[in-house]
């Protein structure tokens, strides 16, 4: 650790200009220099970005409720982690995530004064996770994961990551799958948790009522993609041209991922084949969604969800949200970065896996399949059901930590009074 903690600190004075010109725009100054914060009894919570922020939500509202003598601090790595993590509440201090070079971490920890650190999924940051070894500050991963792309990389390189993750004082692993990886990397205290995804609170609607408001009807048939990305919008839109002329009022929404990508996918459309949802026209046959948070609505008002970044190799995004609206999911094969949840869908019948190739069949074939769609989006409900006791599972964990230092401390105090 000590010649990675020199080398660190040499990378970190050299690529000093690489680093401003990366994050100049996302609280680079905040992430160097950490002054007059001075946070007491604080447990510190990272999550690198929007999506482990919202992974982590209900554990963290859960922490704070339930530990009223603590302050909680969240970091993040990106911009839009920042203004996410910002929302979920009053008693919540938002930071930027400092470099993980030694005299900045040896200062955050001096001004946050943590009783406790938690990392969201797979956030190791080695001088992060010394210092607080050697402030005694225990640490516990939520959510762990170690995607099939990732764990090769960490396997051939056992021997740096085992001392570190011995100082971790608990893994809580999303998956079976990913215990096993954590405790063959040398982790010494892994529990499988399940996803804390399972246990997303997400709003009602009224299915009849939210397609007024959006302006569609009770009988129109619409397929959602969810989160598209690059290549994925010309396949829903080559294969809707094809599914109208078999599905009656046939209407497409697509979401594409990320907003500055909305020009590109209204280029693909001919001149009055699509609306903006902005434009409030669901005359046509496809609405692109040119507005964020809006994801949720979709699932919810839809007959069948497609899970996007998953029909062209982006990893996947995972199934919950449509599931917890009982729709019927149609998911790519690349889906590597949720493979453990798909495939406890998959092992419950509730969600089929397509392909480009195959895409058409199988939207045609849930379409004129009433009894089938409706059994899917059952199953698929059934699964978040059956696996929504991780807030729990992550919750008692850490509360048995916070207890055991908290009577650890009363009794060193007895101690020194005797």
């Not at 007491?40 to 992974?55: L, Q």
């Not at 246990?199 to 048939?221: C, G, H, Q, V, Y």
């Not at 397929?223 to 396949?235: F, T």
Request: aromatic residues 10%; charged residues 20%.
């Amino acid at each position: 650790m000590l010649i990675y903690k020199f080398f660190l600190t040499i990378v970190y004075v050299v690529c000093f200009p690489v680093l401003y010109f990366i994050f100049k725009n996302n609280h680079f100054k905040q992430r160097h220099i950490i002054k007059n914060f001075k946070i007491d009894n604080a447990i510190w919570v990272h999550a690198s970005s929007i999506g482990e922020v919202n992974a982590v939500k209900p554990l963290l509202l859960k922490l704070i409720e339930n530990n009223v003598n603590y302050s909680f601090l969240m970091t993040c790595m990106t911009k839009t982690g920042i203004d996410t993590a910002k929302k979920l509440h009053s008693k919540l201090i938002v930071l930027p995530f400092p470099f993980d070079v030694p005299h900045i971490m040896k200062k955050a920890f001096s001004e946050f004064n943590p009783k406790l650190v938690i990392l969201v999924e797979t956030e190791i940051w080695p001088i992060l996770i010394n210092t607080a070894h050697n402030k005694n500050v225990p640490i516990v991963i939520v959510n762990g994961r170690i995607s099939d792309n990732s764990f090769p990389k960490y396997r051939y390189t056992k021997l740096f990551w085992k001392p570190v993750l011995k100082k971790i004082k608990l893994v809580n692993a999303q998956s079976e799958s990913d215990l096993l990886r954590y405790k063959f990397l040398g982790a010494p205290n892994v529990q499988n948790s399940n996803n804390l995804k399972f246990s997303t609170n997400l709003p009602t609607f009224d299915k009849i009522e939210l397609r007024k408001a959006w302006n569609f009807t009770f009988n129109d048939f619409i397929i959602a993609i969810g989160s598209s990305r690059p290549g994925e919008e010309k396949v829903i839109i080559d294969v809707g041209r094809k599914l109208k002329n078999k599905i009656p009022r046939l209407k497409i929404i697509i979401v594409p991922r990320h907003l500055h990508r909305i020009g590109e996918v209204c280029s693909l459309f001919s001149k009055n084949e699509f609306s903006l949802f902005s434009d409030s026209d669901t005359d046509k046959t496809f609405t692109v969604v040119d507005e964020m948070g809006i994801l949720t609505q979709v699932y919810a008002l839809s007959d069948i969800s497609l899970i996007g970044g998953s029909f062209v190799d982006f990893g996947g995004h995972n199934p919950i949200e449509a599931a917890v609206y009982k729709k019927a999911i149609i998911i790519g094969p690349y889906h590597q970065s949720c493979a453990d949840i798909v495939k406890k869908f998959k092992e419950k019948d509730a969600i089929i896996i397509s392909s480009v190739e195959h895409l058409y069949g199988h939207l045609l074939s849930i379409a004129l399949d009433v009894e089938k769609r409706h059994l899917l989006g059952q199953n698929a409900y059934n699964v978040t059901k059956e696996n929504s006791n991780s807030v729990e599972l992550h919750y008692n964990s850490i509360q048995s930590i916070l207890e055991s230092n908290i009577h650890g401390k009363e009794n060193r105090s007895e101690v020194l009074e005797t």
